[in-house]
């Protein structure tokens, strides 16, 4: 399989949706989630399921872990 990783598409992902308060590991996650949608060997018509392990703060200011 081809890489098709690009760097310039990465940086587009990580400013526009920090734009939104989005962080940028999940920018990466939906970068990653587009470029698997787009291999058509790869998913099913319909699309598939991507996740994400990171942490991020509750009402109450503490660090939790989220999915």
Do not use: C
Request: no cysteine; net charge positive; proline share 1%.
């Amino acid at each position: 399989m081809k890489n098709k990783w690009n760097s310039i598409e990465e940086k587009k992902y990580i400013k526009k949706y920090k734009n939104n308060h989005i962080p940028q590991d999940l920018a990466l996650r939906i970068y990653t989630t587009h470029l698997l949608g787009r291999e058509k060997t790869l998913v099913l018509h319909g699309g598939g399921n991507t996740s994400l392990k990171t942490t991020s703060k509750n009402i109450f200011n503490k660090k939790i872990d989220i999915m």
